[in-house]
C-alpha cells in the first residue's frame, strides 16, 4: 500500500445511556468517491482501541476509518454500575452509527471485536457493505479449550504455574503474571519488545476484562448461514484463536475468504503489517468494485 500522510483526524464523544463514549475519525484530506469508511471495532472485552493503530493505514487509499473505545475501557467513560452484556455493546454500536451517520459500512473486529461484530450482522443491520472478521471465534468455549490445549507446547513448569493459580483464583500473583508473559510472546503477540500502541491499549484497559464472564456460553456456529455479505476472516499460524476455531467461521458463512498469516499470533496486523494491510485493502476494493458501490 502506498504511504500517504494527507491525513486528520477528529475525536470526540457521543452520549449513550448518560454515558460518554469516546470515537476518532481518521480521514484522507482527498476521500475517494465509493470508499465507503471502515468501522472498526476492538477486542477484550476491555482492551481499548490503541493496539489497531496501523489501521489507520488504509486511509492512504481515500478512505474513512473510525474507531471508538468501548464503554468501560480507554477514553470512554468506565462507570462500575453498568450492566456490561453483549445486549449493551450491541447498543452502544448502533448508538455509535447513528450518531456518526455511518449508513453505509465495512464492518471490521477483531478477536472479540470480530464477535460483536457478527452479532451486529446478525442482527440483520442495514448498510454492511462487508464483513471483517480478524482473529474471532464462533464459539467461545471452543476457544478457551483450543487455547488451553495450546499450553501444551509451554515449558511444563510455565503450564503448571498458569493451571495452579488458574484453579486457585490467584491470577493476581506475580508468578501468574509471567507464566502469561510466556504465553502472550507465543499466541497474542510474538513481537519482542511488543509495539507502544500494543502496551499502550494494555495500560488502559483497567482492573478487569469487563464483561469478559458473560461472554463465556456465547456461541452463533448455528447462525452462521444467515450471514449473506461479502466477509473476510484474518487470523494467525500461532494464534490463541486457533485455525479449527476460523475453520468453523469458514464452514458456516458462504463464499468467506480465509487469509492465514504464517508469522503472525493473534495480532497479524502488528506482525505482518504491510502484508495484512494490503490483503485488507484489496478485499475492500474488489468488494466496492464488484458492487459498484458509489
Given amino acids: ?28 484530506n482527498l476521500e475517494e468517491s465509493g470508499k465507503i469508511p471502515l468501522l472498526c471495532l476492538h477486542g477484550g472485552p476491555g482492551v481499548p482501541h490503541d493496539y489497531l493503530e496501523p489501521l489507520e493505514a488504509i486511509t492512504s487509499n481515500g478512505r474513512r476509518v473510525i474507531f471508538y473505545d468501548q464503554l468501560g475501557c480507554g477514553n470512554s467513560d468506565r462507570p462500575e454500575n453498568a450492566d456490561y452484556s453483549i445486549d449493551l455493546f450491541k447498543d452502544e454500536l448502533k448508538a455509535i452509527r447513528n450518531a456518526l451517520n455511518l449508513e453505509q459500512i465495512h464492518l ?20 454492511l457493505a462487508s464483513l471483517i472478521l480478524a482473529n474471532t471465534p464462533a464459539n467461545i468455549q471452543q476457544f478457551v479449550s483450543e487455547a488451553y490445549s495450546l499450553m501444551n507446547d509451554l515449558p511444563a513448569d510455565i503450564k503448571e504455574t498458569i493451571s495452579k493459580h488458574e484453579t486457585a483464583g490467584t491470577t493476581q500473583d506475580p508468578e501468574y503474571k509471567q507464566a502469561m508473559e510466556v504465553f502472550n510472546h507465543c499466541f497474542l503477540c510474538r513481537l519482542d519488545p511488543w509495539p507502544n500502541c500494543l502496551t499502550q491499549a494494555y495500560s488502559k484497559v483497567g482492573t478487569e476484562f469487563r464483561g469478559a464472564g458473560k461472554i463465556i456460553d456465547w456461541n452463533v456456529e448455528n447462525r452462521l448461514s444467515d450471514i449473506s455479505i461479502p466477509t473476510l476472516l484474518l487470523s494467525g499460524r500461532y494464534d490463541e484463536v486457533t485455525p479449527a476455531c476460523v475453520e468453523k467461521l469458514k464452514q458456516g458463512i458462504s463464499d468467506s475468504e480465509w487469509v492465514m498469516f504464517e508469522n503472525s499470533s493473534h495480532m497479524p496486523h502488528l506482525e505482518e503489517t504491510e502484508r495484512y494491510l494490503q490483503v485488507l485493502d484489496e478485499f475492500l476494493s474488489r468488494v466496492e468494485h464488484n458492487h459498484s458501490y458509489s
Fill in 1 to 28: 500500500m502506498q504511504k500517504q500522510s494527507s491525513t486528520s483526524a477528529l475525536e470526540g464523544f457521543i452520549l449513550f445511556r448518560d454515558y460518554q463514549v469516546w470515537y476518532r475519525i481518521v480521514k484522507p
Fill in 108 to 127: 471490521f473486529g477483531q478477536s472479540w471485536g470480530g464477535c460483536l461484530a457478527l452479532e451486529h450482522t446478525l442482527s440483520q443491520a442495514t448498510g
